[in-house]
């Protein structure tokens, strides 16, 4: 699936993270931007969540940032859940 | 300790309601900020359960401003919780936002994910945060780079509102001393001639000359963004101007010298314009010290004036001609180019708002 629209997620809190995902052209594939307080350590566990859901999602044309502060990984797969479905336009973000 | 962020609510205010503008003001005022609702398009507030303000933040454009948080809920994540509400809402719109604050407040919008890209002591830096960033900007100027074989490479940053025959002999001069001139075009639409407008008036007049890439400015050459004091109308260099003009030039040192290999700047003497004045001082004390000298052009004068002195083309003596209807009166200042656009309908309307207008630019 493609992102229709410029989507965010998350917070920029302590063990939190933010997503943002915008719209790529076609067949432009996947650009993703991870950068965590604790990659050094999580960093490999947390590019594999995130490519996971990606591929559940079969997510594709997708420009993705992700500034993470240590967040656990219920919490990732939670925000980059709410993320893509912003992003397909099914979820509506709860701040207006 | 204050409780956890559950016990925060979020509220937008409505500024033009005489209650909530006293409100963030008396707030901010406690905290040494001056708030001008001028300069701000929308603001958000940040309270607790007991009624107590915790924190706000606002925004004009795609900027961030007047974030501020009273000293007891510092501990709190109530500053994480306004940059996001802001971020969130703006790179809806936008594709990225920046941030101007004091240099020691810096480290907690790093903290957040921003990522600086200037600091002029010590007043600003300037840092920004979203989908694009500066290295989208050196791309773009990577996917424009001639390869040379000797050093000679130039840069220039024009405006050209509108273009005229000083421009155009500065832009000529600066391709006969150089292997390549890369013209940077200003991209905000702030001036009384558009972007569009002012590039294909470029593009027309100099399109005789093969080594001269045009580039557009972007959010970091002389944008509103980072330069928000060019286009103002300012009658003395102050220290805001001086420092958004240190600001600009330092981008301009770290990010588009590297990547295009410059090492010559040109400029037209400035006698006119306190903020170009400025710019053109913030330039000399700064890019040398980056390998770029700075080549300081006398303007091209045409004839003489009334009183005697070189009559120098300057595109605001064009601008004050249009708004006097002597538009014959300054024939000799345009090229062909912006002449036969100023003779035709298509100027019409932007001829009518120039008249209208009482702005610098």
């Known amino acids: ?96 | 300790m204050t409780f956890e962020d559950t016990d925060f609510r979020q509220e937008t205010l409505d500024l033009d309601n005489p209650f909530d503008l006293k409100l963030v003001k008396d707030f901010l005022a406690g905290l040494g900020f001056e708030f001008d609702p001028v300069e701000v398009e929308c603001t958000m507030i940040v309270y607790n359960l007991k009624g107590e303000l915790v924190g706000t933040g606002s925004h004009l454009g795609r900027i961030l401003k007047y974030v501020a948080v009273a000293p007891k809920f510092r501990d709190t994540t109530a500053f994480a919780l306004i940059v996001t509400y802001m971020t969130e809402k703006l790179l809806k719109i936008y594709k990225h936002t920046f941030v101007f604050t004091r240099p020691e407040n810096s480290v907690r919008f790093r903290g957040l994910g921003f990522t600086e890209i200037a600091t002029a002591e010590p007043l600003y830096a300037l840092l920004e945060f979203g989908f694009e960033s500066i290295f989208t900007f050196q791309d773009y100027l990577k996917a424009l780079l001639v390869p040379v074989k000797t050093e000679n490479v130039a840069a220039m940053v024009v405006n050209c509102n509108p273009f005229t025959n000083g421009h155009k002999f500065l832009i000529e001069k600066a391709a006969s001393e150089n292997e390549i001139l890369y013209l940077f075009v200003v991209e905000e639409d702030r001036s009384a001639f558009p972007f569009a407008v002012r590039w294909e008036l470029i593009r027309k007049g100099i399109a005789h000359l093969k080594n001269v890439v045009m580039i557009k400015g972007g959010m970091y050459i002389v944008s509103g963004a980072i330069f928000p004091s060019y286009f103002l109308k300012h009658e003395a260099i102050n220290d805001v101007m001086q420092k958004q003009a240190e600001l600009d030039v330092k981008t301009f040192a770290n990010y588009v010298v590297p990547v295009l290999g410059i090492k010559k700047r040109y400029v037209g003497t400035e006698n006119y314009c306190k903020v170009t004045g400025a710019y053109n001082l913030a330039m000399k004390a700064i890019l040398p010290s980056f390998g770029v000298e700075v080549i300081e052009v006398t303007r091209k004068a045409s004839g003489s004036g009334d009183d005697n002195l070189p009559d120098y083309i300057s595109a605001s003596k064009v601008r004050k001609a249009i708004k006097h209807d002597q538009l014959e009166s300054i024939v000799d200042f345009l090229p062909d180019s912006t002449r036969e656009f100023l003779f035709s309908d298509a100027s019409l309307e932007i001829r009518q708002k120039i008249k209208a207008g009482t702005g610098r630019h």
């Not at chain 1, 859901?53 to 992700?66: F, K, N, R, S, V």
């Not at chain 1, 656990?72 to 336009?89: C, F, G, V, Y």
């Open chain 1, 1 to 96: 699936m493609k992102p229709k629209i410029a989507a965010q997620s998350g917070t920029f809190e302590s063990s939190d993270v933010i997503f943002l995902i915008e719209p790529l052209p076609d067949n432009s594939g996947r650009k993703l931007e991870i950068s965590s307080t604790v990659m050094q350590q999580f960093g490999a566990n947390f590019n594999r969540i995130v490519l996971e859901m990606l591929d559940q999602y079969e997510m594709t044309d997708i420009h993705l940032i992700a500034k993470d502060k240590g967040a656990l990984e219920p919490t990732i797969k939670a925000r980059l859940e709410t993320a893509i479905k912003r992003s397909l336009d099914e979820q509506e973000g709860t701040l207006k």
